[in-house]
């Protein structure tokens, strides 16, 4: 499995940005993160969506600002990110792991990040 994140870029304070991940073919089953990093402190988990069903979970600080969707025909996962705020400005990287959790250490596989910066 290798996995493409890109989208990431400088947006203002109240903007939006879509950041995608390119996963190739997946298994049913899988399930797919977004996780962001800001130097110096653990990766954080931020979304994640089960490919077959498309359920999805976030983590509370951006209920109802992220979207996660997935198109299982471009295999492709996305993360639209709406009303961005200065402290959402991080590395954000997609993941896939088979079971449906926030764990880092619950996803085998990993693409690079894309920096995402919130700032006016």
């Known amino acids: 499995v290798q996995l493409q994140a890109s989208g990431g870029g400088l947006v203002q304070p109240g903007g939006s940005l879509t950041l995608s991940c390119a996963t190739g073919r997946l298994y049913s089953s899988a399930v797919i993160g977004w996780f962001r990093q800001v130097p110096g402190k653990e990766r954080d988990f931020v979304a994640l969506?089960?490919?077959?069903?498309?359920?999805?979970h976030y983590t509370d600080s951006v209920k109802g600002r992220f979207i996660i969707s997935r198109d299982n025909a471009e295999n492709t996962v996305y993360l639209r990110m709406n009303n961005l705020k200065p402290e959402d400005t991080a590395v954000y990287s997609c993941a896939v792991g088979s079971t449906f959790e926030t764990r880092v250490s619950a996803y085998k596989y990993w693409g690079q990040g894309t920096l995402v910066t919130v700032s006016s």
């Open positions: 969506i089960r490919r077959s069903s498309g359920t999805t």
